[in-house]
T-cell receptor
Framework: DVKVTQSSRYLVKRTGEKVFLECVQDMDHENMFWYRQDPGLGLRLIYFSYDVKMKEKGDIPEGYSVSREKKERFSLILESASTNQTSMYLC????????????FGEGSRLTVL | KQEVTQIPAALSVPEGENLVLNCSFTDSAIYNLQWFRQDPGKGLTSLLLIQSSQREQTSGRLNASLDKSSGRSTLYIAASQPGDSATYLCAVPQGAQKLVFGQGTRLTINP
């Protein structure tokens, strides 16, 4: 079975802190994605990566950056957390662009105080 | 621009009923359509992926159909159980750029 693991299920941070959200997949997928999910707004794509050290902006990249140093690991970084970044963050991966089956992790619920 | 709509937003049925969830999309030039399940506070679980060349895909009590020409997909759940209670989302690629998700249907199966 495909496994996408997000290291932290729940985090509470203070405004201005730097936050790292880690995601690891075990299926040798080329593509990895970070979404955030908010009530009434649905899922919104923050960043995605189609190869090691490659990244592309999604719909809402402002306030975020990403890192992909190894194929299996994709990190989302909040350089200076703000209260409007309180959300559920979901990592996903697949083999072949947007046409391959997408697999999600369990999610990371971030609260910024 | 691709738009995906799921109606109704919420559905409540008694246990044992067969039910259909709907998904419509505006641009019929899609590669595939994927159905997901999401439990409260959890991530999305992939249920079925239908390729554009297929009309149906089945997994256990679930059957998904795809009609590209009309821009519609349905997810049929047979003999519903309380454990089927969750939010069900569909998603389609927008060209070769990104996935567009519906807002989901929140399903409650009453014992």
């Amino acid at each position: 079975d495909v496994k996408v693991t997000q290291s932290s299920r729940y985090l509470v941070k203070r405004t201005g802190e730097k936050v790292f959200l880690e995601c690891v997949q075990d299926m040798d997928h080329e593509n990895m994605f970070w979404y955030r999910q908010d009530p009434g707004l649905g899922l919104r794509l923050i960043y995605f990566s189609y190869d090691v050290k490659m990244k592309e902006k999604g719909d809402i990249p402002e306030g975020y950056s990403v890192s992909r140093e190894k194929k299996e690991r994709f990190s989302l970084i909040l350089e200076s957390a703000s209260t409007n970044q309180t959300s559920m963050y979901l990592c996903a991966s697949n083999w072949a662009g947007w046409t391959g089956e997408l697999f999600f992790g369990e999610g990371s619920r971030l609260t910024v105080l | 621009k691709q738009e995906v709509t799921q109606i109704p937003a919420a559905l409540s049925v008694p246990e044992g009923e067969n039910l259909v969830l709907n998904c419509s999309f505006t641009d019929s030039a899609i590669y595939n359509l994927q159905w997901f399940r999401q439990d409260p506070g959890k991530g999305l679980t992939s249920l079925l992926l239908i390729q554009s060349s297929q009309r149906e895909q089945t997994s256990g009590r679930l059957n998904a159909s795809l009609d590209k020409s009309s821009g519609r997909s349905t997810l049929y759940i047979a003999a519903s159980q309380p454990g089927d209670s969750a939010t069900y989302l569909c998603a389609v690629p927008q060209g070769a750029q990104k996935l567009v998700f519906g807002q989901g249907t929140r399903l409650t199966i009453n014992p």
